[in-house]
């Protein structure tokens, strides 16, 4: 793998990092019998861009500096913000890792989301491009991992250097079940916590981290569920994920960057937007892809320890 294709450490923390780490919780709302005359001192005094529109404990819609440059610009009389604001709100989950607000935002365009609670529904905080950036910010701020990287890549040679046997292999499965968007990527973030504390070099375990969470999406969103299995050795590691599900009528086509064939709910969560093998097929050195409509799809992951080529498909 090139500079260029290798993973960075941003890539991997929009991953890692939860929305509700980086979201703003103390959150400025508007009822919606706010006239469009007072938003402008609203916003300005606030230093916001753009609020919740909240009725009771109900959030009925959200309002922006947009909405009211529009109406300055259309001239029209003064109204409650209720006939201005956007009805059509999509939010995002607090429990979401943050790659879910960026894939949103590439989606809509929009420049905030509001966060609920999955169960409650209950409007926790707010997020904007902004909150993602600061939040990145500081995360690397604090984060060492130039000096995890030196302790891990001695770790993992002393690891398979101390096992007296004519060859180790290390095996890890972890079953997905489909449709749970809770649950969603906890196969991902356990392997990847397995091989931090194996001393997998850093580079390597974003790649599989990355590859393993698209994978496991797509269990999540176009099957019932299936495993993830990962066999570790000491200069690869290969990760096949199954399922029984409808299968892939034509593999060429879902290998092409942006096909999905996600349904438009799934694509509003934020998920489906046909990157996912596009992704993984940049982070794998080999990947394989098998399927037969009606019994299920293989997907086959090499990644080679060693050597960071470029990706290889069949």
Known sequence: MTPDNKISRIQELVYEIRIGEVMQSDVITISPQTHMSELRKILREKRISGAPVMDGDEM????????FIKWLADREHDCPISEKMSKDVQTLYADEPLTQAVNKFERFGFGRFAVIDRQSRRLLGIITKGDIVEGLLKKLEIDHYK??????CRRVEHFFEDILADKVVLLFQYD????????????ASRLKASLKRLGL???IVRRVAIATYEAEMNLVIYTDGGQIRARVEPHEIFVKVADSGPGIPDIQKVLQPGYSTAPEWVRNLGFGAGMGLNNIFK??????????VGKGTQLYIRIDTKDGAMSETN
């Open 283 to 292: 982070c794998a050195s080999k990947m394989e892809l098998k399927s037969v």
């Open 201 to 203: 070099d850093p580079q």
């Open 60 to 67: 009925v819609g959200i309002i922006s500096i947009e909405d």
């Open 147 to 152: 000096e995890e990287e030196e302790i891990y």
């Open 176 to 187: 997905v079940a489909g449709h749970d968007f809770k649950r969603a990527g906890e196969g």
